[in-house]
């Protein structure tokens, strides 16, 4: 996944849409599993 950019990745980290994960092999995020079970959501993504 990826995002555009570093104010827009700070954005939804802020609005937590999104969450950072990170261990010993880097970096990486996604969707606010709570988000991702939302019906709206999933007819975006579908």
């Given amino acids: 996944q990826s995002v555009k950019g ?3 990745y700070q954005t ?4 937590m849409f999104v ?3 990170q261990d010993e092999q880097g ?8 988000l ?3 019906e ?3 007819t ?3």
Wanted: cysteine-free.
């Fill in 6 to 8: 570093e104010q827009e």
């Fill in 44 to 46: 975006l993504v579908l």
């Fill in 12 to 15: 939804l980290l802020r609005s």
């Fill in 36 to 38: 991702a079970e939302t």
């Fill in 27 to 34: 970096r990486w995020f996604g969707i606010n599993p709570a």
């Fill in 19 to 21: 969450y950072e994960y």
């Fill in 40 to 42: 709206k959501f999933r």
